[in-house]
């Protein structure tokens, strides 16, 4: 599957973002996905994850209660709504593909979008 990520941009801290992540080559509902995001000179880092149908999620502590990752597999998108963003949340932000739900590691994820720079000024 090819992912192509998008909506990052320049925003205030308290502000709000809204990233898309649109897939093709293969139907999105055989995959769970996930958001990663990686700041200058970090590791990349898990973000959220939904499964397939949106039964289940799971969030990074530093942006649970603030981020919301959810996906329409009928428009083959999946998104990550995130508010109250603070300078912490900058980096570039991917999305990735994975055949098994629940990982919260990069080498579990198949296949990745290019990535999606967030930058939030304090």
């Known amino acids: 599957v090819q992912l192509q990520a998008s909506g990052g941009g320049l925003v205030q801290a308290g502000g709000s973002l809204r990233l898309s992540c649109a897939a093709s080559?293969?139907?999105?509902?055989?995959?769970?996905m996930g958001w990663f995001r990686q700041a200058p000179g970090n590791e990349r880092e898990f973000v959220a994850v939904?499964?397939?149908?949106?039964?289940?999620?799971s969030y990074a502590d530093p942006v649970l209660g603030r981020f919301i990752i959810s996906r329409d597999n009928a428009k083959n998108t999946v998104y990550l709504q995130m508010i109250s963003l603070k300078p912490e949340d900058t980096a570039v932000y991917y999305c990735a593909a994975s055949n098994v739900y629940g990982f919260q590691t990069p080498d579990r994820y198949q296949s990745w979008g290019q990535g999606t720079l967030v930058t939030v000024s304090s």
């Open positions: 080559g293969r139907t999105l509902s055989d995959y769970a």
């Open positions: 939904i499964s397939r149908y949106s039964g289940s999620t």
